[in-house]
C-alpha cells in the first residue's frame, strides 16, 4: 500500500516527527519500567508493601500485581497511542480536509 | 471425562473448525494466504492476537503457577500482559507502515541484506520451535489429563499429540491467515467465555477474594510432594527470608530478588520478538490501526489475567473444602491441595459444572494450545514458504506455487514438532523440571528478547542500524541466552541461577551493545530517506483513509439516490 501522488510525507517533516515519537516512547516506557520494577522492589524495601493490607485482605503488593498493574498498562497505553496519533496528524501530512465533505460545501 | 464432556469439546472444536472452513481464502494471493488481504479490522485482529498469545501457558499456567507460589506466581501473569507496552510504543505502527509478510522480510528489507533475512530466518525458526514443542506436549498432556484413553493402540499422551497436531495443520494449511485469524478470534472469545463463566460460578458461591489471600497469608505455604513413592505436605522454603518459610500473599516462594526481575523483563522484551505474534500486525490495514489493536490487546489481556489470578487464588481456597463433597478429589489432592497445580482450573470447573464444566475448561485449554500452535506455523509457513523459497529458492515462483511452498512448510513444521514432542516423553522429564511446558515457553520469550527485540527495536528508531550489526546483535544475542540457558541448567536455580534461566536481562542488553558497535563501524543502506518515509511516515495510512471514506460516501450516495427513486416512484 504506497501513497499516492497526492499523499506524501517529505523527509523533514518525517524526521521531526520520528524524533517526537520517540521522545513520548521513551518517556512512556522510563514511566512503565519505574511501575513494573517497582511492584516487586517496593517488597524488598518496604515491609507494609507486602505485610499491610488495602483491599479486603490483600496487601497493597498483591492489590497492585493482581489488578492495578492491568489497569495501568491499559490508561498508558491509550494515552501514548492517543498522543504519538495527535503528533502524526499536526506533523505529518498538513489539513486532511475530507473531499466529500468539501464537495458539499460548494 | 464422560460423554457431556466430550460431547462439549467436539461440539466447540466443530465450530471453530466449521468456522475456519467457511471463510477459507478461495483466491491463491500469497497476500491472502499469509495476510488476510491486509484488511483484519482492529477488534477482530486484537481477539485474534489474544488467540494467538494466549497459550496453554497462560490459560492453565498462569493460575496454576498462582495456586502452587501465590505472588509469586502472579509475576508470569504481570510479564504476560506488560510484554503489549513495548510493542505498542516500539514497534506495532511503524512495522505495519513498513509493511512485508515477515519479521526477516521486514529486517531484510529495511537493512537492503539478504543475510539479515536468512539469519533472521534461523532465529525465527529457534524461537517457533521452541515456542511449538511445549505446545504440542501441552496437547498430549491435556488429552491425557482430560481424555485419558489412546486411539488405535496408541497411548493416550501419543494420541493427544497427534489429533491435535493434525488437525491444526489441517486448518492452517487450507484456511491460511484469513481462516487463522477468524479462528484465533473466536477461540479466544470462546477461552475468555470459559474464564468468565468460571469466576461468575466462584464469585456467586459467595467467594470473597480479599478474605481468601488474607487467609491463605496467614498460614506457611505447603505443596505436596513425592518423597520415596508417598505423597506428602511439606512447608515451601522463603528464597527472600531463609528463616521463615514462604507465605501465599508475599515473594519469596518461587524467586529471590533478582529472579522476580529476571522473569518480567525476559516476559516483557520477549513480547515483541515472538514471530507469531507479530506477523499479526501485517494484516492490519494501516499503521494506526495496528497501534489500536494494541491498545485493545492491552485491554483483553488485563481481564484475561486478572481473572486467571483470582481463580488461581480461589482455587487454593476453595478446593480444600470441597474433598468432602466431592470423592474424586481425594486422588488428585494431598490434603486437600492439588498434586498438579495445571488441574487448578479444570478441577474448579468440575466442582461447578460438573462433568459439562469440566468440558468446557477442557475444551479451552485444548483451544489456547491449537489456536497459539497455528499462529505458529503461519509464521513459520510465511518464514519457509517466502522469506526463503521464493526469494532464494524460486523468485520465479507463481503465487500458487508459493501458497503450495506454505502449506508444505505448514506439514513439515508441524510434524517435525511433532516428532520432537513424542521423542521428550513430558513423564521423564517431570522430575526434572517443574512444568516443562512453562519452562519452554520462557526459553523461547529468553531467546525471543534477547535475539530479535533489540535488533528490531534498534532497526526501526535508529537510521544508522546496518545490517552488519543486525547480523552481530542477533547472533551475540542468540548465543548469549543459549549459553547462559546451559549454565543455569549447571547451576540450577537458585541465586545467580534465576537470573541464567531467564538471561534476557542481561543478554538484551549486550546484544543492543553489539549492534550499536558493529553498526557505527559500517555503512548504512544507499536509500534509507526512502525506507525511513515509507516506515514512519503516515502517506499510505492517509491514502488508504480517504480511500474508505470515499467507498463510505459512495455507498451512502447510492442508497441516498435510491431512496430518492423509490419516493418519486
Request: aromatic share 8%.
Amino acid at each position: 500500500m504506497n501513497g499516492d501522488a497526492d499523499e506524501h510525507d517529505t523527509p523533514a517533516e518525517v524526521d521531526a516527527t520520528v524524533r517526537t515519537l520517540r521522545r513520548v516512547a521513551v518517556g512512556y516506557f522510563v514511566v512503565f519500567l519505574v511501575a513494573i520494577g517497582g511492584v516487586p522492589g517496593l517488597t524488598l524495601v518496604l515491609d507494609w508493601w507486602s505485610q499491610g493490607r488495602l483491599i479486603g485482605g490483600m496487601s497493597p503488593s498483591f492489590v497492585m500485581a493482581a489488578f492495578g498493574l492491568y489497569v495501568f498498562f491499559f490508561v498508558i497505553g491509550l494515552a501514548a497511542a492517543t498522543l504519538s496519533t495527535a503528533v502524526e496528524s499536526r506533523m505529518l501530512g498538513g489539513p486532511d480536509e475530507d473531499p466529500t465533505e468539501a464537495a458539499e460545501h460548494q | 471425562m464422560n460423554t457431556a464432556s466430550l460431547v462439549v469439546l467436539v461440539s466447540l472444536l466443530i465450530i471453530v473448525g466449521g468456522l475456519a472452513l467457511a471463510i477459507r481464502p478461495r483466491g491463491v494471493s500469497t497476500l491472502d494466504f499469509y495476510l488476510a488481504g491486509q484488511r483484519v479490522g482492529v477488534a477482530t485482529n486484537a481477539s485474534a492476537i489474544c488467540g494467538d498469545y494466549f497459550s496453554a501457558a497462560s490459560f492453565l499456567g498462569v493460575a496454576a503457577a498462582v495456586y502452587v507460589s501465590g505472588l509469586d506466581g502472579v509475576w508470569y501473569a504481570t510479564g504476560f500482559a506488560a510484554g503489549f507496552v513495548p510493542v505498542l510504543l516500539f514497534v506495532a505502527t511503524p512495522l505495519r507502515r513498513f509493511g512485508e509478510f515477515s519479521i526477516p522480510d521486514f529486517l531484510g528489507r529495511r537493512l537492503a541484506s539478504d543475510r539479515v533475512r536468512l539469519v533472521a530466518v534461523g532465529v525465527v525458526q529457534l524461537i517457533i520451535l521452541s515456542y511449538l514443542v511445549p505446545q504440542a506436549v501441552g496437547s498430549g498432556i491435556t488429552w491425557q489429563l482430560l481424555v485419558g484413553q489412546g486411539v488405535g493402540g496408541l497411548s493416550p499422551y501419543v494420541t493427544g499429540v497427534i489429533i491435535s497436531t493434525a488437525a491444526i495443520t489441517g486448518l492452517v494449511a487450507f484456511g491460511g491467515m484469513r481462516g487463522t485469524t477468524w479462528t484465533q478470534a473466536v477461540q479466544f472469545l470462546l477461552l475468555l467465555a470459559a474464564l468468565v463463566w468460571l469466576a461468575i460460578a466462584v464469585l456467586g458461591s459467595g467467594f470473597d477474594y480479599g478474605t481468601a489471600v488474607a487467609d491463605l497469608a496467614a498460614e506457611p505455604l505447603v505443596n505436596p510432594v513425592n518423597v520415596d513413592g508417598q505423597w506428602e505436605l511439606a512447608t515451601t522454603p522463603n528464597r527472600l527470608e531463609a528463616e521463615s518459610p514462604a507465605s501465599f500473599g508475599e515473594p519469596g516462594a518461587r524467586y529471590g530478588g533478582l529472579g522476580q526481575f529476571a522473569l518480567i523483563i525476559t516476559l516483557v522484551m520477549g513480547t515483541a520478538g515472538l514471530p507469531h505474534v507479530m506477523n499479526r500486525y501485517f494484516t492490519s490495514p494501516t499503521g494506526t490501526a495496528a497501534r489500536m489493536t494494541t491498545v485493545w490487546v492491552l485491554g483483553l489481556a488485563g481481564l484475561f489475567y486478572a481473572l486467571a489470578v483470582m481463580l488461581g487464588t480461589a482455587a487454593r481456597a476453595l478446593i480444600p473444602t470441597a474433598v468432602d463433597e466431592h470423592p474424586w478429589l481425594t486422588e488428585l489432592t494431598v490434603d486437600g491441595v492439588l498434586r498438579v497445580p495445571e488441574h487448578a482450573l479444570p478441577v474448579l470447573g468440575r466442582i461447578y459444572g460438573g462433568e459439562a464444566g469440566l468440558g468446557l475448561v477442557a475444551t479451552g485449554a485444548l483451544i489456547a494450545v491449537m489456536s497459539t500452535i497455528a499462529g505458529l506455523l503461519l509464521a513459520s509457513a510465511a518464514s519457509w514458504g517466502h522469506d526463503v523459497y521464493e526469494r532464494h529458492i524460486n523468485p520465479q515462483a507463481t503465487q500458487r506455487q508459493a501458497v503450495w511452498a506454505g502449506r508444505a512448510a505448514v506439514v513439515v513444521v508441524s510434524f517435525a514438532s511433532a516428532g520432537l514432542a513424542l521423542g521428550l516423553r513430558p513423564e521423564s522429564l517431570t522430575a526434572l523440571l517443574p512444568s516443562i511446558v512453562a519452562t519452554m515457553v520462557t526459553w523461547a520469550f529468553a531467546l525471543a528478547g534477547s535475539a530479535l527485540t533489540p535488533v528490531f527495536i534498534l532497526a526501526i528508531w535508529w537510521r544508522r542500524t546496518t545490517a552488519a550489526g543486525a547480523v552481530a546483535g542477533m547472533v551475540v544475542g542468540a548465543l548469549a541466552a543459549v549459553a547462559m540457558f546451559v549454565a543455569g541448567a549447571v547451576i540450577g536455580d537458585r541465586g545467580l541461577g534465576e537470573m541464567l534461566m531467564t538471561p534476557t536481562i542481561v543478554a538484551a542488553p549486550l546484544a543492543a551493545a553489539v549492534t550499536v558497535l558493529v553498526s557505527r563501524r559500517t555503512q548504512v543502506p544507499a536509500d534509507l530517506e526512502l525506507l525511513w518515509l515509507k516506515m514512519h511516515g503516515t502517506a499510505a495510512d492517509r491514502h488508504a483513509m480517504r480511500l474508505a471514506r470515499l467507498t463510505i460516501a459512495g455507498v451512502d450516495r447510492q442508497r441516498k439516490d435510491r431512496g430518492t427513486g423509490d419516493a418519486r416512484r
